[in-house]
């Protein structure tokens, strides 16, 4: 299979151009033609016979389009083939403040979380930096006279800590000046959970924001949703973010799935509230979104504002998460890895049509 120049640092790149005999500048000239997202067509300031040999190596792009799909808020859930034929999806979130990208970083999950769509047919591979990357790039491109991209969450499919090295250097080339130079801050890796992971995190200076996909109180609800509770507790992981917030100065995230009847009574306020006792930190509740096969119920939206006004009472920080593109399976837990369901429902068709 050929290989992505996405995947690769400034530093990779001038060893690319150096190997070749090219002057250093042409490191920099690619890094602008990868940046914009650029077929080899639109490489013109760079010699044929150079991108020629280039293309021989290196795949055009990291990804292309199958289909989109707009939301009646304006998200758009992009499903997008890898140069192998992997499908994988991402969503543009259109804000006023700044536009958002959400990002996957797995062919799947290997997670299992009962109320997540991406885990359902397990993981199938990990995503690499360019191919992560590249969905951004994709994006930011489209979006281009259209505020761009400002803001980029990993909260697609996929679990980033499960693939750490290709999220580290996501991040980083992300955040580089050279590439789209998003700001450290405006960038959000969310996780099921893995300490020694979110501690290796905060080691290598992550500076980002963690929001930590915690969902139940107690050891014993949160095993009846996630899997990974039975490798972590809920005191291993709050103990995790406690040394996260020392080391790295930021407020970590807490999302919470309001699942109606589970995890969404005063004990369980209660019990987070003792949970997350002197964390640093602001709780997001997210009304569970509908998934396939997945038949656990949601609460109203007035009992989720209940819920927020019961913790807020508590002394924590809460807030309602408003989620957008729902109606095009593009909200929280809805992506997936459309190929195995296409193949599962023979419909490719309906699937890949625009
Ligand atoms: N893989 C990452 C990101 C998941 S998506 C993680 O595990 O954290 C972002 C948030 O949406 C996570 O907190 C995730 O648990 C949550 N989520 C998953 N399925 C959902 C659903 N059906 N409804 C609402 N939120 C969901």
Do not use: W
Request: charged share 25%; net charge positive; with cysteine.
């Amino acid at each position: 299979m050929k290989k992505l120049l996405s995947d690769l640092s400034p530093e990779e790149l001038e060893r690319l151009v150096a190997a070749r005999g090219e002057p250093k500048y042409r490191a920099k000239q690619l890094m602008r033609h990868i940046v914009a997202y650029d077929s080899y067509s639109e490489y013109t300031d760079l010699p044929k016979k150079f991108i020629a040999r280039l293309e021989e190596e290196y795949a055009e792009r990291a990804l292309t389009e199958k289909t989109r799909v707009t939301s009646s808020d304006g998200a758009v859930r992009y499903l997008f083939e890898t140069v192998n034929g992997d499908l994988i999806e991402a969503v543009f979130l259109p804000h006023g403040y700044g536009n958002s990208v959400c990002v996957s970083c797995q062919v799947g999950c290997a997670m299992g979380c009962v109320f997540c769509a991406s885990g359902h047919y397990g993981l199938k591979r990990n995503l690499s930096a360019g191919e992560i990357l590249s969905q951004v790039l994709f994006i930011a491109r489209e979006k281009k006279n259209d505020g761009g991209v400002r803001k980029v969450v990993m909260m697609g499919s996929g679990s980033p800590l499960a693939n750490y090295d290709a999220t580290l250097k996501f991040v980083s080339l992300l955040t580089s000046p050279s590439g789209l130079n998003i700001g450290m801050r405006s960038v959000s890796i969310s996780t099921c959970g893995i300490p020694d992971k979110i501690d290796k995190l905060a080691d290598d200076g992550f500076g980002g924001a963690l929001s930590l996909s915690l969902h139940a109180p107690t050891d014993e609800k949160r095993k009846k949703i996630m899997r990974i509770a039975n490798s972590y507790s809920v005191n291993s992981l709050i103990s995790a973010l406690r040394r996260f917030f020392d080391k790295t100065g930021r407020r970590v995230v807490i999302e919470y799935i309001l699942i109606g009847g589970f995890n969404d009574t005063e004990s369980d306020a209660e019990a987070l509230k003792n949970l997350l006792k002197g964390l640093c930190c602001h709780i997001n509740l997210i009304p569970l979104n509908p998934t396939d096969g997945c038949d656990l119920r949601p609460c109203s939206k007035k009992h989720a504002y209940e819920f927020c006004d019961r913790l807020t009472a508590l002394g924590l920080s809460a807030t309602v998460r408003r989620s957008m593109g729902s109606d095009v399976a593009g909200a929280c837990g809805q992506l997936k890895n459309r190929t195995v369901e296409a193949q599962k429902k023979n419909d490719n068709e309906k699937i890949y049509r625009k």
